[in-house]
């Protein structure tokens, strides 16, 4: 067996590998849907291939599968799977239901460098960026476990996407390809804490699909204290950058805003967020802290933090404002807490917490 794992290969890499077998490029094309459409775990079941091809081709390559290594079912019906890598490290996707749409929310990272004051994740520290094999394997391997069709992708789970550019970058092509997993881009956000030149990069590839920005504060000083790549890219910096960020028709940026007790949540901060976001097609969702840190130290929680969920009816205060500025202004409601799957609450379970 090949050491060239077919699921890390873009359509032109594949053509790449089939060219130098002395095959057509259609050829590629067969045994791309056959990995991604056709989900097949092994080369011989391509079998519209010649056999001399399969034999060719699995000396060279192979096809990996990420089991599933355990699941835990929320009361709400969200579902969080924890999966084992070839080095042993953790990562976890949280499956979301809601009406009719059913998400899927992907980790790219094992750990995550940026540390963010309300996230557990950061508190492992950064192990290594996800392979594109790995990132689109939590796609393939939950669609087998559920036998039911994802509607909608988030990369909101371990590890910032930005920080892993390449990698989600052709993750996202293969998702969105004819030949690939064929889901359509208006069902595919990528959030990002503000990775200034990597957001100039994503608006070039002209992928079109959705942008949700955690911005989580409306001045720098508070944001410098609860995210810290805010002194790298601050606010003002970020905000100019996403105003010439080309976005489709009918299409806003969702600003993705944790609600913090005291630190973030004043009707000051309100106006002032109403301010700063002025001419920027946007949304905005309030999103109630899911302290990551809890007494005792239960489910992997971390004590010692200060930082506590606002109260329901500054957040209402805060939602009615933006309202009253004519900002579209949801409240998220936390889903899969109970099996510390919300916003801020995943983390490999062999990680070392940092103190």
Request: some cysteine; aromatic content about 6%.
């Amino acid at each position: 067996m090949g050491n060239v794992d077919l699921k890390d290969l873009s359509l032109r890499e594949m053509e790449n590998l089939i060219s130098q077998l002395g095959e057509r490029s259609y050829r590629a094309l067969q045994i791309f849907e056959w990995v991604f459409q056709k989900n097949a775990g092994d080369i011989k079941e391509m079998t519209n291939l010649p056999l001399k091809l399969r034999n060719s081709l699995g000396e060279l390559a192979c096809i990996t599968r990420l089991p599933i290594t355990d699941k835990r079912v929320s009361k709400d019906g969200t579902r969080k799977y924890l999966f084992v890598l070839e080095d042993d490290n953790t990562i976890e996707s949280v499956l979301i239901p809601d009406k009719e749409k059913l998400t899927l929310c992907i980790s790219t990272q094992v750990g995550c460098k940026l540390n963010c004051s309300f996230c557990l994740t950061g508190k492992g520290g950064f192990v290594r960026n996800l392979k594109t094999s790995e990132i689109i394997e939590q796609v393939l391997s939950i669609r087998r476990e559920i036998q039911e069709n994802i509607t909608n992708i988030v990369f909101m789970g371990m590890g910032e996407p930005l920080d892993n550019y390449e990698n989600v970058i052709k993750t996202i092509k293969i998702m969105i390809s004819p030949h690939g997993l064929k889901i359509p881009v208006r069902r595919i956000t990528l959030s990002t804490a503000g990775i200034i030149p990597e957001i100039i990069r994503l608006a070039g590839e002209n992928l079109k699909i959705n942008l949700a920005v955690s911005l989580n504060a409306a001045d720098n000083e508070t944001r410098d204290g609860i995210m810290p790549v805010n002194k790298k890219y601050p606010i003002d910096k970020l905000l100019e950058t996403l105003k010439e960020y080309p976005l489709p028709q009918g299409r806003r940026i969702t600003f993705e805003y944790v609600m913090i007790n005291s630190i973030n949540d004043t009707i000051k901060d309100a106006k002032r967020l109403s301010k700063i976001l002025k001419g920027i097609r946007c949304k905005i969702n309030l999103i109630p802290l899911n302290p990551p840190f809890t007494k005792g130290g239960k489910e992997g929680g971390i004590e010692g933090s200060n930082l506590e969920p606002s109260h329901p009816e500054s957040i209402e205060e805060f939602q009615s404002l933006l309202i009253s500025k004519h900002y579209t202004v949801i409240i998220r409601k936390s889903k899969g807490a109970d099996i510390w799957a919300a916003c801020g609450q995943l983390r490999s379970s062999k990680m070392t917490i940092k103190d």
